[in-house]
Every structure is written in C-alpha cells, then in structure tokens.
C-alpha cells in the first residue's frame, strides 16, 4: 500500500499524477459509491486542480441584519463566524462551505487574499462566488456552482466552522481529504485514503498499458478480457 511521508507529497501525488475518475472507479470498487460532490460544483478556472484537508464551514440564511427581540448568539453579529472561519484557515486546508441558498456569493477576491496568505489550498462552495476575475487573477483554486454578484452580507451568516457538513448526500468531517479536477470533486473518507490512492495509482499504470494495447489494434472487448480494465 502507498504511504506518503507527509501530506505536502500526497497533494502533489494527486494534483500531478491522478485525476478523480480513477478515484471515483477505485472508490466504487470499495464499495464507497457515493463519494462525488454534485457535479454543479466546478472550478471557476477551467483546467484547475484542487487538493487538501476539509475546512468545513455551516452557511445560513438570514433576512434583516438583527432585530431587537433576536434571541440568537449571533443575530447582531454581521457575517455570523465567517471571518473567524477565514482566519482559522490552516495551511493546505480547504475552506468547504454549504447550508446556503442560491441568493448569494459566499467567496469573493478579498476572502481568497487572506485565505492565499494562510496558504490554504482553495476553496470549494455548494453556492456562488463574486469577483471572478480578481479570484482567477489570483491563481487562486476555487471551485462553486457559478458566479453571481450578490453580497452574502444582509443575506447569509457562517453559523459554525470545523463542524461535519454534508452536500448533496456526501459527509464531509474536518480533516476529510478532498480532490477535484474539472470533471468532479471527491471526498475520500480517512479510512480509505490510503489504499484508494494506492490503487488509483496502479489503475492509472493499466490503463496505460490498455491504452496502448488499443492504439495497437486490440479491440475493446479484448482488451477488458484481457486486462480487466476499461
């Protein structure tokens, strides 16, 4: 089984050598068939990889900035924990937000400033971010369900941080690593981390090899009697 001697070399690993539907086939093979964030969520830049350890932030919605008979801890409190979660980043996390609905951003170009100076490793939203070209200008990693220029300010608040999420079925923990390219974002539980990667890796070197099996003349059929893959 592959081992990684910290987490800096198992992003890399992923980022420049797997691609989530290897991943996702290994997972599905292990029997963990539900794994892949719903397939709305897109990195902003096309052709962006994204790799780190959850950050898990609870959006919700709001509709006044307070009232007098608000009995709730952070009903005066504007952006409820949001920037509290922001400065909790740690390096090569990934801030992961959901709870919201779709009448607001919940990323925008200031929030990836802070986050790049934390050198956190992106951010994944089940919602909108704003200032799309600043984000991109940036390099930073984001990934959401679109762009839409509503402030989140008298709309929504971050009401917890570091706590399980789940978006679109999938359980999210603090700590879960995530990985997403531009045809999905994954969410591998711990307890499979290792030997998904480990066989996602040997996946990648047979489909290799059927590659070039095809290139070569073999048909399909053949080649998956063969090799098993396909």
Same mark, same amino acid.
């Given at each position: 089984?592959?081992n990684?001697?910290?987490?800096?070399?198992?992003?890399?690993?992923?980022?420049?050598?797997?691609?989530?539907?290897?991943?996702?086939?290994?997972?599905?093979?292990?029997?963990?068939?539900?794994?892949?964030?719903?397939?709305?969520?897109?990195?902003?830049?096309?052709?962006?990889?994204?790799?780190?350890?959850?950050?898990?932030?609870?959006?919700?919605?709001?509709?006044?900035?307070?009232?007098?008979?608000?009995?709730?801890?952070?009903?005066?409190?504007?952006f409820?924990?949001?920037?509290?979660?922001?400065?909790?980043?740690?390096?090569?996390?990934?801030?992961?937000?959901?709870?919201?609905?779709?009448?607001?951003?919940?990323?925008?170009?200031?929030?990836?400033?802070?986050a790049?100076?934390?050198k956190?490793?992106?951010? =994944?939203?089940? %919602?909108? @971010?704003?200032? *799309?070209? /600043?984000?991109?200008?940036? !390099?930073?990693?984001?990934?959401?369900?679109? #762009?839409?220029?509503?402030?989140?300010?008298?709309?929504?608040?971050?009401?917890?941080?570091?706590?399980? =999420?789940?978006? %679109?079925? @999938?359980?999210? *923990?603090? /700590?879960?690593?995530?990985f !997403?390219?531009?045809?999905?974002?994954?969410? #591998?539980?711990?307890?499979?981390?290792?030997?998904?990667?480990?066989?996602?890796?040997?996946?990648?070197?047979?489909?290799?090899?059927?590659?070039?099996?095809?290139? /070569?003349?073999?048909?399909?059929?053949?080649?998956?009697?063969?090799?098993?893959?396909?």
């Amino acid at each position: 089984m592959t081992n990684f001697d910290n987490d800096a070399d198992l992003f890399k690993t992923l980022k420049n050598d797997l691609f989530t539907a290897v991943i996702g086939d290994v997972l599905d093979q292990m029997g963990l068939t539900r794994q892949f964030l719903p397939a709305e969520i897109a990195p902003l830049q096309p052709g962006t990889k994204i790799a780190g350890r959850a950050m898990p932030v609870l959006e919700a919605d709001i509709f006044d900035l307070g009232h007098p008979a608000s009995n709730g801890p952070l009903a005066n409190k504007p952006f409820g924990l949001m920037l509290e979660a922001l400065d909790d980043l740690r390096e090569n996390e990934i801030y992961i937000a959901t709870g919201a609905s779709l009448r607001y951003a919940l990323w925008g170009e200031l929030m990836s400033t802070r986050a790049l100076h934390l050198k956190a490793a992106g951010a =994944i939203l089940d %919602g909108y @971010v704003r200032d *799309a070209a /600043g984000i991109r200008g940036l !390099g930073f990693p984001a990934f959401c369900r679109g #762009i839409y220029a509503q402030d989140q300010g008298p709309r929504g608040k971050v009401i917890d941080y570091r706590c399980t =999420i789940e978006i %679109g079925g @999938v359980k999210i *923990a603090p /700590g879960t690593l995530l990985f !997403g390219d531009e045809e999905g974002v994954l969410a #591998i539980p711990a307890e499979a981390e290792h030997e998904a990667i480990a066989r996602a890796l040997e996946k990648v070197k047979s489909e290799n090899v059927v590659a070039d099996a095809i290139k /070569g003349g073999m048909s399909a059929t053949e080649a998956f009697a063969t090799y098993g893959v396909m």
